[in-house]
């Protein structure tokens, strides 16, 4: 099955500055690319996510990248503010068209943590 | 409208007890899913509802976990002869089948905590 790695597990920005965070995926079929953002006690929420036929796409102050040849996703998240301090998910799958996907395959998380 | 409910909220059991955790999904969501989330850890996939499909049950860590889903509604999360290592909160989540939707909306979670 899918392998999804994700790094830093821990990444403490000042308010302001950039933060990103990378994950590799092993399957080069999964063509669906989300990101998750759990603040402290709360539920898991998407934020953002990327289908395998674009390689960029922003929102506001979010952004994603895919590049499908060395299996990779970034999520940057400018202008940080402490509001953004969470835990990020990155997660993959093999999304059927027309179809709700399976399982997603998560990554171990990434705690972010903007100062004042 | 209503998003994906769970109950109990919190849960204290005694080990070697058996518990019935529930959730209910997002009416015409046809895909549902049950995660294990330890304190400060990632998510864990436990089982994956599709339709009438049969379950993806590869994620449940141990024959004392099961699941059972009734049509596209409610499903319960059942873990016997609980042990201290059971200890988590158990998210559900639910996805919608049509139209190339593919999130996932989480439920607020049950905490168990097994004495």
């Known amino acids: 099955g899918e392998n999804v790695e994700q790094h830093p597990s821990t990444l403490s920005v000042q308010e302001g500055d950039s933060a990103v965070i990378k994950c590799t995926y092993s399957d080069s079929a999964s063509n669906y690319f989300p990101w998750y953002k759990q603040e402290l006690g709360k539920r898991p929420q998407l934020i953002i996510d990327i289908r395998s036929n674009v390689g960029e796409k922003k929102d506001q102050r979010i952004a994603v990248t895919l590049n499908k040849t060395a299996k990779h996703f970034s999520l940057h998240i400018t202008e940080t503010q402490p509001e953004d301090s969470a835990v990020y998910f990155c997660a993959a799958t093999l999304a059927d068209r027309g179809s709700t996907l399976g399982r997603l395959y998560f990554g171990r998380g990434t705690q972010l943590t903007v100062w004042p | ?115």
């Open chain 2, 1 to 115: 409208g209503a998003g994906v409910s769970q109950s109990p909220s919190n849960k204290v059991t005694e080990k070697g007890k058996d518990v019935e955790l529930r959730c209910d999904p997002i009416s015409g969501h046809t895909a549902l899913y049950w995660y294990r989330q330890r304190l400060g850890q990632g998510l864990e996939f436990l089982i994956y509802f599709q339709g009438n499909s049969a379950p993806d049950k590869s994620g449940l860590p141990s024959d004392r976990f099961s699941a059972e889903r009734t049509g596209e509604s409610v499903s319960t999360l059942t873990i016997q002869r609980t042990q201290q290592e059971d200890s988590a909160v158990y998210l559900c989540a639910s996805s919608l089948r049509q139209g190339g939707s593919y999130e996932q909306y989480f439920g607020p979670g049950t905490r168990l905590t097994v004495t």
